[in-house]
């Protein structure tokens, strides 16, 4: 069995199987797919209730909802499958991936014979070029949504209700990836190992924290109950609050 080292911050022995290094890449970037995909379905959704409101429920049926939701996750997985399937017929020559987490692109480069990869890259283009098609289809849309929102004070209300937050997730998971992947082609010797261990897991820390804060925050329910335990928290605060209710009321009386 081929056994890779790893900068794994969780086990003593730095060291993961090839079968195993190749089923956690597999994990990694399907999660990453599917999640660009979710953000695409969800801007495809916004568009549909702000410009096509009458239309709406027989547009994004239960039906056509759960094909999109199992769309969003099967394809990723296919395609990110084929592509490990590509790695793993590789043979590798250097056990070391400086790294906390196994990347597909680097376990390739560690190939003995770099003619053997040229499906890999292959492969690995028209993958990106997919999600990036699926980034810029989620920017038109919001374009063509602001556009629409101008001149609408209705559309601007639901927009901000709506869209924001979306775009808020969108915005966090876009800059967090941008960062690992700034971090992964231009890493530089002198940043502090921890810096690069925490800018190597926060896309996939970050994002799934702060989305129910974003969402959440959204929802009355959620909201109130989150000032209502601020507001308990606080004594002083009630007791300034509860004081000038008194007044207030003493002041009606007069």
Not at 224 to 232: E, F, R
């Amino acid at each position: 069995m081929i056994y890779l080292e790893t900068r794994d911050l969780l086990s003593p022995v730095h060291l993961i199987s090839y079968s195993g290094c190749l089923v956690q890449a597999l994990v990694m970037y399907s999660y990453v797919c599917s999640e660009l995909s979710f953000l695409a379905v969800m801007a495809y959704d916004r568009y549909v209730a702000i410009c096509r409101p009458l239309q709406y429920h027989s547009v994004m049926s239960k039906q056509r909802l759960i094909k999109l939701v199992c769309f969003s996750w099967s394809t990723p997985f296919c395609i990110i499958g084929t592509n490990i399937c590509l790695t793993s017929r590789l043979k590798l020559c250097s056990p070391y991936i400086a790294r906390l987490f196994c990347v597909n692109w680097i376990i390739v480069t560690l190939a003995c014979f770099p003619a053997e990869t040229m499906a890999n890259s292959i492969v690995a283009y028209i993958t990106i070029l997919l999600y990036v098609s699926l980034g810029v289809f989620i920017v038109w849309s919001y374009i063509f949504l602001i556009k629409t929102c101008v001149n609408s004070i209705e559309n601007r209300a639901k927009f901000m209700q709506t869209c924001v937050p979306h775009l808020l997730s969108l915005i966090t998971f876009l800059f967090t990836l941008l960062v690992d992947v700034m971090n992964m082609r231009f890493s530089s010797k002198q940043i502090p190992l921890p810096l690069k261990n925490f800018v190597a897991i926060e896309f996939l820390v970050i994002p799934p924290i702060m989305n129910p804060l974003i969402y959440g925050f959204k929802l009355t329910k959620i909201r109130n109950k989150l000032s209502k335990k601020v507001y308990l928290m606080a004594p002083n605060v009630g007791l300034h609050a509860a004081r000038d209710e008194v007044l207030q009321a003493e002041m009606a009386l007069v």
